[in-house]
């Protein structure tokens, strides 16, 4: 049903044009957002390293790990007790360079600045320093991509559906206007000024410490059940404190937002000459209430989106999900650099990808693209 | 003036908005009692503070308001100081002998027993310590012989580490054996609430050597605000929350919107590539993830609240609201005012700070103040993060604390919700004014 509202009004709001000619320049913004986008998030990226780096500081912490974890290791080494001091300093001396070279510490930070970059650009983020993933790989980008699915399944899933839980609640509040249910979500509208994970804190302590009927985090039961259905049923118990968290959120706002320009839209003429044509109530809120409104609701949903990303490792933290959040925090917590600049680029591109998708669903639904009357400015 | 006046005529009509003003008004009275009370210094060095700061005070006790809600009230957390003038001290000298008779009698009104009891002494002598013989008088009259032993300068006597005492309360904790009925077999796991009187008899050896005793009582609540897993009184961080946050709030909030509307009336009156390259860096601010960045600059640089604050700022500034004011600033850049004084020769910075900045500013005031809550909820979520500020006591840190020291696995709920609660009134209160105002400045919206 979802998919219908936003494609079955295409050809009839644009009944004159030819629907190849439509096609193209959809492709040609797209593709031209598409190259404008690429160069964004490459200089994103290269903010992010250069930021990571902070002149040089992290570096610092590195040489001095090395040594201290080769000196303690030349230490202990029975075999090497028999030296004399002087070959035991040259034998601390030439591990610590093996080291360094080993970590890429050799060579100046404007050089390994952009060989940092190509490897963020192309995922090849190198071996992390503490953190594994559950398979035992080292490379951050199995890690990273390990904990990929259970972060998109955590906010895609649970943004769609509030999406359109909202959008179409605001559309069927927005014909009950003034009522009582219309100035509760009025009233409760401000709550979206506390972030999610601060409701998660609430609902942990009732439904979880207090209640005893949901758990306190993570993903699925331990052990996790064999039996698939079982699998699913876990995960949906584990998913339900943190999806009700999110909807605490932004339901209300949403509402309200979405409910104000459905109101500002529904008091066009058009709308007017439509009820005087005696079209149903239905055709009148599909084709001339919701139809003008979709753009503005997207954008709208795209901030949301984006604010949401930007607040995924402390929301992972607190329900214990074991995503990228839960992992960059803990990188943080270890100084795994590696980790720390992965788990970052994979932000980027999620936030990237994000904005490009919306700007997609963007240029499908605002006939201006389409037509090519004025480039859609997001 | 009288726009002011105007405003708070109409923002009135909003009861909303009312209740926050007032909150906000509350909050920051409290903020500024907050610091003449508890100094920066004082407030550091008692929440930095060890067992020797606190040994008066008991582990995770619960806010004393609990006990409005019980049937039954938990022991309360006391004691009673002879050096303060508590209790009966007299002394006697003769034959070269001092002797100190102590009497500290105390209410005991609960049916729970205490968590722990002690006896600090301190004496004073220049050979020989002074000997002390201590004994309990329970409100039936029983005496329990306590101890009896030397005292140094200082000496902590603990009634639960004395396993003496324990064998002689027929196998009872020592907090336990004092207050229950011992000789009746059925009431023994209540205790029995009276008046009881710690008797301590001291003899000393000098003629101005005597004793001090300090005995504490440690019940299950302190405070209003009850205690943590260090012994610290949790109300010194509710406190301290409520100055730290609203600075936050406040600054991140006011450089953040004057700092977006200036670059966009700059960017929107010189037009060309000024304007395409702040748009370009709109675009690259929006792909950068906000919150890993503030790890990465907490975890490798600093996570000192001035730092963190400049980061905040400077990642906000190309924000969302930049468009919406360029938006806006498009609009007014046309007006005949702003082309008349174009005409008669103003400069380009006086026609941006006298002729489109104010515009704006009833676009700015609801932004500015709806992002305070932001900010303030921002430096809550870093220090729960582990990248709050390494010194400060806030409300952040209390919820770090209490999570990561299983307090709502253990039941120790105060220890979480009471600053989750006061951080909800205050994100709550300025999102409530804010609102409202969006919905004076923005009479589009206010018609539906």
Do not use: C
Not at chain 1, 266 to 275: G, I, P, R, T
Not at chain 2, 86 to 111: A, C
Not at chain 2, 158 to 167: A, V
């Amino acid at each position: 049903m979802a998919e219908s509202t936003l494609e079955s009004p295409l050809p009839i709001a644009t009944p004159r044009k030819e629907h190849d000619s439509s096609f193209i320049r959809v492709a040609k913004y797209m593709s031209v957002r598409l190259i404008t986008m690429a160069f964004t998030v490459v200089l994103g990226l290269y903010l992010t390293i250069l930021i990571a780096n902070m002149g040089g500081y992290v570096d610092q912490i590195r040489r001095g790990d090395i040594r201290e974890f080769v000196q303690q290791q030349v230490r202990n080494d029975p075999g090497l007790k028999s030296l004399s001091a002087a070959q035991r300093s040259q034998i601390i001396e030439d591990r610590i360079a093996n080291q360094e070279k080993r970590l890429g510490l050799d060579k100046p930070f404007a050089v390994r600045s952009f060989a940092f970059l190509k490897n963020a650009v192309t995922l090849d983020l190198g071996f992390a320093e503490f953190i594994t993933a559950d398979n035992g790989s080292r490379m951050v980008k199995n890690i990273v991509l390990e904990r990929l699915p259970s972060t998109l399944m955590l906010f895609g899933a649970t943004n769609i559906i509030l999406f359109f839980a909202t959008l179409f609640a605001a559309l069927s509040l927005s014909r009950r206007y003034g009522s009582w249910l219309d100035r509760f979500i009025i009233a409760t509208s401000p709550m979206s000024a506390a972030p999610a994970w601060f409701y998660g804190i609430f609902l942990i302590v009732i439904f979880a410490a207090y209640l005893h009927v949901l758990p306190f985090g993570g993903m699925v039961d331990v052990p996790p059940p064999n039996n698939k259905v079982d699998y699913a049923l876990s995960i949906l118990k584990h998913l339900t404190l943190p999806a009700l968290a999110l909807a605490l959120n932004q339901v209300a706002f949403a509402i309200y937002n979405n409910r104000t320009f459905f109101l500002i839209y529904s008091s066009e003429d058009y709308v007017e000459m439509a009820k005087a044509k005696g079209l149903t109530s239905r055709d009148i809120e599909r084709k001339y209430i919701l139809r003008p409104t979709l753009p503005t609701n997207i954008t709208n949903f795209a901030f949301l989106l984006i604010g949401i990303w930007g607040g995924a490792p402390i929301f992972e933290g607190v329900f214990n999900w074991p995503g990228l959040g839960r992992t960059q925090l803990v990188a943080a917590g270890l100084f795994d650099t590696p980790v720390i600049l992965g788990t970052t680029v994979i932000f980027a591109y999620l936030l990237a990808i994000t904005v490009f998708l919306l700007d997609f669903v963007y240029a499908l639904v605002d006939p201006r693209v389409r037509i090519g009357s004025e480039g859609a400015k997001s | 003036m009288n726009s002011l006046r105007r405003f708070f005529k109409e923002i009135s009509q909003y009861p909303s908005a009312v209740i926050g003003m007032l909150l906000i008004l509350g909050l920051v009275i409290f903020s500024i009692y907050t610091v003449i009370t508890i100094p920066y210094e004082e407030a550091i060095s008692l929440w930095r503070g060890d067992e020797n700061v606190w040994y008066r005070t008991p582990k995770t006790a619960q806010p004393k308001w609990i006990n409005w809600f019980r049937k039954d009230d938990v022991p309360e957390t006391f004691w009673l100081n002879t050096a303060e003038g508590d209790g009966t001290k007299t002394e006697e000298f003769s034959n070269g002998t001092n002797k100190i008779f102590i009497s500290l009698p105390f209410e005991y009104n609960s049916i729970y027993f205490p968590q722990e009891m002690s006896i600090y002494f301190t004496s004073q002598f220049a050979a020989k310590e002074p000997f002390v013989d201590i004994k309990m008088i329970t409100p039936t009259g029983e005496e329990i012989r306590i101890g009896s032993f030397a005292v140094g300068r200082k000496h902590t006597y603990r009634f639960s580490q004395d396993q003496k005492l324990q064998r002689r309360l027929k196998g009872n904790s020592p907090e336990q054996g004092i207050f229950m009925n011992l000789t009746s077999e059925t009431e023994q796991l209540r205790a029995v609430p009276g008046t009881y009187e710690l008797q301590i008899e001291g003899v000393a050896f000098e003629e101005n050597s005597t004793v001090d005793v300090e005995f504490v009582v440690y019940g299950d609540v302190y405070g209003w605000a009850g205690t943590d897993h260090r012994r610290r009184d949790i109300s010194i961080a509710l406190m301290w929350g409520a100055p730290v946050a609203l600075a936050f709030g406040l600054l991140a909030a006011l450089g953040t919107t004057v700092m977006t509307m200036i670059i966009a009336a700059v960017g929107t009156w010189y037009g060309g590539w000024v304007d395409e390259i702040i748009q370009r860096i709109t675009e690259v601010n929006l792909i950068l993830p906000f919150l890993s960045i503030l790890i990465m600059i907490g975890t490798f640089y600093s996570r000192s609240l001035s730092v963190m604050l400049v980061a905040v700022v400077s990642l906000s500034i190309f924000g969302g609201a930049i468009k919406v004011f360029r938006a806006n600033f498009l609009q007014i850049k046309e007006s005949p005012y702003v082309e008349a004084a174009r005409a008669y020769g103003a400069s380009d910075r006086r026609i941006i700070l006298n002729y489109l900045v104010p515009r704006i500013i009833p676009l700015l005031l609801p932004q500015l103040v709806i992002l305070i809550p932001t900010n303030v909820f921002l430096e809550a979520s870093l220090t729960i993060i582990g990248l709050g500020d390494p010194v400060l006591p806030t409300w952040g840190k209390l919820i770090r604390e209490g999570i990561g020291n299983g307090a709502l696995l253990q039941g120790q709920f105060y220890w979480v919700l009471q600053p989750a609660v006061i951080l909800l009134i205050t994100g709550l209160s300025f999102a409530m004014v804010g609102f409202s105002m969006d919905r004076i400045f923005n009479p589009k919206l206010r018609s539906v």
